[in-house]
Every structure is written in C-alpha cells, then in structure tokens.
C-alpha cells in the first residue's frame, strides 16, 4: 500500500469522513474497524497509516478530536466531523461519484455507445 | 487556505513536540489495548491478541514516526535542530566564539560604516516624488566634461523651446537671510526658486501649499521643516502668518518634508522664496538677466515614455540653435543631463575615488577577520574530527556534517553582522559629529539605513558561508581509521603548506598593504599639521554678521563695521580688532581672474582668492606686512587699493615691484599699496594661492560679501573669555543683529584638518583593527601548530634538543610565514598606493619612510605573536608528552 498513498491519503480521507458521518463520533480503532466492515473486508487497513491521515484531517480543520471513555471504559480519542468537514465531505463525495461515473464509462462495454 | 491552516498547525507542532508525543502515544496505546480486547473476546490468548494488534498497526514505533513526520515539517525540524546544536556547539567553545563574533563584527561594522557613505551620497534618490524621472540640466563651454550654472535667458530659451520635459525649473542655489520667529533673528540659507519648483519636484507640503504659477513676483515663503520646529514651535496653523525675512513682510504658504533640504541633498537649506525675490535678497547678484551670469540651477522632469537620451538629443539640437541666434554669448556652449540628487560629475570623481579607497580597506580587514574565523573553524574541526568519524561511521552523511558545521559558521556571521549593526550605529553617528569648515550650511549625517542593513546582512551570511565551507568540508572527510585510533586524521599525507599556513600568509599580506595605506595617511595627517598656515590661530576670536540681510545701506554697513571694530578694539583684554568678509580656510571663497593693467594681454589671468580687509587686519592676524602700508581711511569714492601676498607678486606681476602697480580683476581694478606674507586661503593642502586684500569700505558697496562680514578679535588671553562682550557690543550697535559663526579660530583652523584627520582616523582605526586580527591569527595557528607537534617536540628533547632550539624552530616557523606574506603584500601596496595619493597632505604615494617601516614592524610583531606559542613549546615535558598519546 506504500507507493499509493496519494490517491490513498485521498480515498481513506473520503471513507474516514463519511464514516464519522454516519457512526458519529468515533475513536481511531473503532473507525478503522468500521471501514473494514463497511468495504466487506476487502480491505486491509494498514492501522499505522490511518493515524497520520487523522491528524491531516484535523490540521485541515475538517475533524477534530477530544479524549473521551469508550463503550468498556477505556480511555480513548474520540473523532467527529466539524462543520467544514461535513462540507468537505458533501464536495468530495460528488467529486468521487464525478470521477467514477466517468471512469465506468470507459470500463462498461462499448454497446451504450 | 486549508493547506496554509495544516502548515501552521504544523510549524506550531514544532514547539509542543513533546505534549504531542506523549499524547500520541497514549492514542496507540489505547488503540492497541482495544484491538487487543477484540482479539481475546473472539477467542486469542492476551499475548497472541497483542501481538496480532502490534502487527497490525504496523509497529508502535513505526506508528509514532509517521504520526510525527505529519505532525511538524521534518526538514525544518532538522533544520532547526542543527540550529539549536550550532548554538550549543558554539556556547561550549566560549572564548573561540567571542573571538569569532568579534572579528566579523569589526569587519562588518568597518563595511557597514563605509557602505552607509557609499548609500548616502552614491545610491540615495533624493526625497522627491518619482526621483527617477527627475533630471539635472547643466550648461557647458567649448566641450567641457562639466559643467556650469543656467543664466536666466538660457534657462528661459530651455524652459520655452523643448518638449521632453514635463516641467523645467530653475533656482538660486543658496541666499542667505535674517528670519523672526521666536528669540533673536537669525540668520539662515534658503533658495530662490521658479514658482513650478514643488510642482515640479512633486514635493507635497506638509502644511499649507507650494507656490501658484502667478506667484513668481510674490512676498510669499515656504519653511523648512526644521526652521518651522525651531523658530514657529512647528505651528499647524502657519499658513498665511507673516514673517520678516532680512527686513521685509512675507506671508509664509507651506512647509516643507522634513526629509526634504535640497535637491542635491548636501546643502542644508531652509526656506524657499519665488524666484523675483532673489535681486532684493541677493544684491551681489550682479545683471540677474545677462546671458552670461550663470546663476541658477535647473531640474527637469522628463515626460512620460521620453529617455533621457531623447532628452539630450533634443538639447543638444537646441544648443546648436542658440549658439547661431546669440553667437557673442552662446557659442560653445552645450547641455548635460545627469540624475537629479545625486553628486555632479565633478564631484563624484573624488568621491567615488575616495569611496573606493576605504572600500578595498574594509574589505581587506574583514577578509582578515574572515580567514580568522577560518582558521578557529580549522581548529574546532580537528578537536572534533573523532566525533565526526563516530557519526560517520554510525551512518551519517557527509552532507548532514557539512550543513551543521555551515550552520554553525553562518551562526558565526549573522552574530558578527549584528555586532557589526552595532559598531556602526555608532560609528556613523561619531562621523556625522565631524563637520566641514566651510562657511554654508552642509548636511553630510550618515547614518545606517535600511540599503545598509540589507548590504551588512548579505556580506555577513555571505561571511559565515564562504569561511565556513573549507572548514566544514575538511572536516566532513577524516580519515576514518586515524580519526577512531585518536590520531591526527585531518592531515592529508603528502600536503606540506596547510590550509591554514596559506589562510595566514593571506592574512599576513593584507595587514602589509593595510599597514602602509594607514602609515601613508599618519604620514600626512603629521605632515599636514606642520603645515605653515601664515596667520595665527592662537587667542584670535572670530564672530561674524551681516548688515545687509538687516536692510543696511552700503554705508550705514561700513559705518556699523567701523564702529564694531573699535569698540572690540577698546574692550579690557583686547589687543586689536578688525574686519574682514571672512577666515581663511573656508574651503573657497571669491576669487576673480587677474591681470595687470597695461602689462601683456595673457590669455588666461591667473586667479587670486580675494578678502576684504578693514586697517590693521594682517597685524591682528599675524599675517606679516612685508612692504608697503596698510590700509587707513580710504572713502569709497577714491580709487580702490589693495593689499596682495607673495605669490600674487610672483605669479601675476612675474615678480617686479608691485607697490603703485594697477591690477585688474573681475572687471574692478585696484592700485597695490602693500605685499603681506603668504597663508593658506581655502585648504590646508593647497599649493599656495595668489591672495589679493582689498578695502573693506571701498568695496562694501560695489560688491558686498555674500557670506556676512567677521570681526577678528586679538586678545592678550583666552580669546573665548571676551566672545559675551563682543557679543554685547554687537547687540548695543543693533540689539535685532543676528550673529552667526562663533568661534576662536584655533576651533576653526581645527575643523580644517577634517580631510587628514578623517582619513588618518578612518584608516588608522582600520589599520589597528586589521593588525590586531591578523595578530590574533598568527598566533592561532602557531599554538595550534605547537600543541599539534607536541609529540614530536617530546622526542626531539628526549633526544637532547635545547628548549632554546625548540623555541627558535617555532618561531623561525612563524618567521617564514611571515616573510613569504611580506613579499606578496608590499609590491601590492606599493600599486595600490598610487590610488590614494589625491588624498595625502605633503608626502609622497611612495613614502620611502612607510614602506620601509611598515615589514620590520609588521615582523616584530609577527614575533611576539609566535612568540609564546614558541615558549609554550620549549617548556614541553617529554616524557609527558610522550605518554600522553
């Protein structure tokens, strides 16, 4: 997973947003297991990466953080969407539909054509 | 925008790095404390469930890295972490690093001095709007470089007949005036200006408004920012108060930016009157309309999209044109066109020479702190060279050791630099107190602006590099396997003469060549004050006035004159009083071309500085009366009389008898009456000049003086103790008189010496510095050299050298040194000399005296230098020496 990370950072971004939108706030584990659940486990998080792409996230305001006590009370640091972020996440959703709707047009057979 | 937020987040990250640390990794922990739950819920044992979740997360270690490498900027942390090591490194070696700063900051102060010079009279636009764009016009006759004044109908002829220029305007550099205002009137310097002069200048004012285009006639005045503070209590509401300027009402309009004193920026002017007002305030003007009184200076302001050579083409066209219309007066004449503000042709030769000339020196003694700061650097470098091999050996790259020993050096010149700021805050403050001895008003402050600090800043990181890199890579490459065995690894095998050897040498060389510039500059300041001046400068009062800006007739001048004199003569403690324009040693001064009456038409007169005398002048002034009379009570009426020295005998009436000789000069002629001694007229290091005394009541009339007249008091005792009473006798005559140039004139004669005394201080201070470093570098490296040798000195006395010999073979080893750097820097200071011969009073470029003086000096000091090096090594204990390693 290394050599991708660019349009990695940019994916897991995407699914790290959508998924706090959805669950609400949520700690680092939590959220990596919830996107693996999400992808039918087709996925295979890294969990050393998901971290940096927290705190990117965060620096660029879309997130932010706060300690907090996990459903069998374990100190953990909770996760959740800030107002930009859910704008950011409304922008890249259509983006990414944008870019697959039109990368499917190229993949699906040529007979609609 | 979210891009610029996440780079702040991540400069602040720089500076909680260790909160964040700790914070993150209490995260992973509790990440993997969860995940670790999960594994044992579904089945695991606790360790295997860790260790899944360790996997996992990709290693904790790994984890926190990627976290802190999003975190902050690594490679400004980097950057930052070299900062905070170079300044510990540097910290440790206390005493090295003084050193270092103060080499570089005696360097760079000594550019920054000279360079904020070079900014003030070189590079400084003047304070007006668009400076760029602003031209000054100049006449010139028969293909001179340069140049004279505009007369008025020429400027006329320009201002009407071209079309490049957006606005031309012309003004009457310097008259002076006596101004009210608050306390006694003084007297103060100001232009008579065309009434476009702001407009052109795009000179808003500060208050009030400049000159209409109908106002060329108009008792009106602008003040200068400084002559409102000082006399008007810097009144905003001016405008439109009135104020007497030498005896008549003018209605003051504006003010002036207090940046603003001149459009050359050396005179210090303070008011500004419409151009009609110049033949009242100035009534030596002589026939202010004559084509060939070349009285007023001209700027021009060029039009939008016209070049100057556009500019100078049309000119120059119209100069051919004149020349045919008014071929009696205008031919061979031509224009030139150079900047506005800054210094004319004529003058920046001297100055740019001048300029050049400390230029090379303060170069030179910052290249000798610089190879200082090398050679520290050289030494810092081989006590840690075993550091170096370890870190090498452990991975590091020799780029990484490089950027830090560079940072430290860079350190080292940005700390110097700010010292140098420093020095030369002072420094220019020190020159701008010097002040010239000439009778009008000059500004010549310097100070650090911000050209300097960006031209000190620049040198010094440019300092800290170039020193630095020699060091840094020697000391990036030991070899490895001396280096971990703790022998010496900086020594190349097969390299004889050292870095370091040479880097001494240099310094050596240019100490030489700085060392006679400053011997040639002592030289003259010594030669200069055993200069004859031909007049006494020991308890003689000078204080000066003029009658005319108070509205005095000619007669009512002289007879005020008369009266001063002999009450000044009358008072206790007076010997004799007298009259004259004013000192000698002004700088300049009226001069007139002379000829004898009826003798052979020469074509060019010579010219003699001429002086109005009242009787007993020369006795007052000690000047000796070598034949003839002296004046007594000659009426204006009369035909005028005249006094000259020896050298107007000699050079204009080639030496016959001149007494009943009738001169010729300046249109006036005068019958000669006495020969008096010669002095020094305008400079100390003048050839000596023809001087003509002419008689102040004949003359105070026909051609009065345009700087005031001086009252020269002889006192039997301390002149200054009479200067309240004199004072008083002047305020009984007139209690309204201004009263200007106070002073004894052994104070003014002392201001003649500016020239050689600034150059012997600026050079000799340079010089001292330069000798003191280049010192301090040779024994540097001589002690370095001995404790690097110290094994060797041990076995050579184990085996039964002297101590006597030990020494002389360290110091024969500076000696050499010392001897090859002789020999490259005279015949450099010889060439270089010549350069600096325009400045010297009375001796030689070639200074037999220096240039033999200067290396048998230069090695005796080099000899103490080495000198306890050399004993340090004689008092080597070999059989410590020996266990040592």
């Known amino acids: 997973m290394g050599d991708k990370t660019d349009v990695w950072q940019g994916t897991l971004s995407l699914m790290v947003l959508r998924t706090l939108d959805s669950m609400g706030p949520q700690h680092g584990y939590g959220l990596a297991r919830r996107i693996e659940q999400t992808s039918g486990d087709l996925l295979q998080l890294n969990y050393g990466t998901l971290y940096p792409a927290l705190l990117k996230l965060e620096q660029e305001g879309f997130i932010r953080s706060s300690w907090g006590t996990s459903e069998n009370n374990r100190k953990a640091k909770f996760y959740e969407l800030t107002k930009a972020g859910h704008r950011q996440l409304k922008r890249a959703a259509a983006e990414w539909e944008q870019t697959t709707a039109i990368l499917a047009r190229f993949l699906t057979p040529a007979e609609e054509a | ?885």
């Open chain 2, 1 to 885: 925008m979210r891009q610029l937020r996440a780079l702040i987040f991540r400069i602040r990250g720089l500076f909680h790095s260790r909160r964040s640390e700790a914070e993150f990794a209490a995260e992973v922990e509790s990440h993997i404390a969860l995940h670790t739950e999960d594994g044992v819920r579904s089945g695991l044992s606790k360790e295997e469930a860790r260790r899944q979740a360790l996997i996992r997360l990709g290693g904790a270690e790994q984890a926190r890295q990627a976290h802190r490498e999003r975190r902050t900027l690594p490679w400004l942390e980097s950057l930052l972490r070299d900062l905070s090591y170079g300044l510990r490194t540097l910290a440790k070696h206390r005493g090295a690093t003084a050193i270092a700063i103060l080499s570089i900051g005696l360097g760079i102060g000594a550019n920054a001095t000279i360079f904020s010079m070079v900014s003030r009279f070189i590079l400084r636009p003047p304070p007006v709007g668009d400076p760029s764009t602003l031209l000054s016009l100049k006449t010139t006759h028969d293909g001179d470089v340069c140049c004279n004044d505009f007369p008025l109908p020429v400027y006329k002829d320009v201002h009407d007949q071209t079309k490049s220029f957006s606005g031309i305007a012309a003004y009457d550099e310097l008259i002076a005036a006596s101004i009210g205002g608050s306390g006694d009137p003084e007297r103060v310097w100001g232009q008579a200006v065309t009434a476009n002069f702001f407009e052109v200048l795009q000179l808003p004012m500060v208050v009030g408004r400049g000159f209409a285009s109908n106002e060329e006639d108009a008792a009106e005045i602008v003040l200068g920012a400084g002559l409102w503070q000082r006399r008007f209590n810097s009144d905003p509401t001016i405008a439109g108060k009135t104020v007497m300027l030498s005896g008549r009402l003018f209605t003051i309009i504006g003010v002036a930016p207090a940046s603003f004193h001149s459009v050359d920026q050396i005179l210090n002017t303070e008011f500004w009157v419409p151009l009609g007002n110049a033949p009242q305030l100035a009534p030596n003007l002589g026939d202010a309309n004559s084509r060939e009184m070349h009285w007023l200076a001209v700027v021009a302001r060029l039009k939008p999209g016209v070049t100057r050579p556009q500019a100078a083409a049309e000119l120059k066209t119209l100069a051919v044109r004149l020349a045919q219309t008014y071929s009696d007066t205008d031919k061979g004449s031509g224009f030139v066109v150079v900047q506005a503000g800054l210094l004319s042709p004529k003058d920046s030769g001297t100055m740019n020479l001048f300029l050049a000339a400390l230029g090379i020196v303060v170069l030179l003694v910052l290249s000798i702190a610089g190879a200082n700061v090398a050679n520290l650097l050289f030494a810092q470098a081989a006590g840690r060279q075993r550091d170096m091999a370890v870190r090498l050996a452990l991975g590091a790259t020799r780029g990484r050791l490089q950027r830090q020993m560079l940072m430290e050096s860079l350190l080292l010149g940005v700390g110097g630099g700010a010292l140098g700021i420093l020095l030369s805050l002072w420094s220019t403050r020190a020159l701008s107190a010097l002040h010239l001895p000439a009778p009008i008003p000059l500004n010549l402050t310097i100070s650090v602006d911000w050209r300097v600090l960006l031209y000190s800043f620049v040198l010094s990181v440019i300092c800290g590099l170039l020193f630095g890199v020699a060091p840094a890579w020697a000391a990036s490459r030991p070899q490895l396997a001396n280096a971990l065995k703790g022998e010496d690894a900086l020594a190349r095998p097969g390299l004889r003469i050292s870095l370091r050897n040479l880097l001494v040498i240099a310094q050596i060389a240019m100490s030489v060549v700085l060392l006679c510039i400053t011997g040639l500059f002592l030289r003259s300041l010594e030669s200069a004050s055993g200069i004859d001046i031909g007049f006494r400068s020991q308890n003689l009062l000078i204080m000066s006035v003029d009658p005319r800006l108070h509205s005095y007739t000619p007669e009512r001048t002289a007879a005020f004159l008369n009266q001063l004199r002999q009450r000044a003569a009358a008072l206790p403690g007076v010997a004799s009083a007298a009259i004259t324009d004013f000192a000698p040693l002004s700088m300049g001064g009226r001069s007139d071309g002379f000829s004898v009456v009826g003798g052979p038409d020469t074509a060019d007169a010579p010219t003699a500085d001429l002086y109005m005398a009242s009787p007993g002048l020369l006795e007052t002034m000690g000047i000796p009366r070598i034949a003839g009379t002296d004046f007594s009570n000659e009426t204006a009426t009369e035909p005028k009389v005249a006094i000259v020295n020896q050298t107007f005998v000699e050079r204009i009436l080639h030496g016959k008898n001149p007494i009943g000789v009738v001169v010729s000069g300046g249109g006036v002629t005068y019958r000669i009456i006495g020969v008096a001694g010669n002095i020094k007229s305008r400079t100390l290091g003048e050839e000596t000049r023809p001087v003509l005394y002419r008689s102040m009541v004949q003359n105070v009339g026909s051609d009065p003086s345009f700087l005031g007249y001086t009252v020269v008091v002889h006192t039997a005792g301390n002149p200054a103790a009479v200067e309240e009473a004199v004072r008083r006798q002047i305020h009984e005559l007139d209690p309204s008189m201004a009263i200007f140039n106070e002073q004894t004139m052994e104070e003014h004669v002392h201001t003649a010496y500016f020239l050689p005394r600034l150059a012997a201080s600026l050079f000799g201070t340079f010089g001292f510095i330069g000798l003191v470093l280049a010192s301090v570098g040779l024994y540097g490296v001589m002690s370095y050299s001995v404790s690097r040798r110290t094994r060797e000195i041990g076995i050579r006395m184990a085996l039964g050298a002297q101590p006597g010999s030990v020494e002389r073979l360290v110091l024969r080893q500076g000696l050499v040194l010392t001897l090859i750097a002789i020999s490259l820097g005279w015949p450099a200071a010889w060439m270089l000399a010549k350069l600096a011969s325009s400045f010297l009073y009375g001796i030689q470029p070639h200074d037999a005296l220096t240039f033999s003086l200067v290396p048998p000096f230069l090695a005796v000091i080099a000899l103490a230098a080495c000198y306890i090096p050399a004993r340090r090594a004689a008092s080597v204990n070999p059989l410590q020496a020996l266990r040592t390693e």
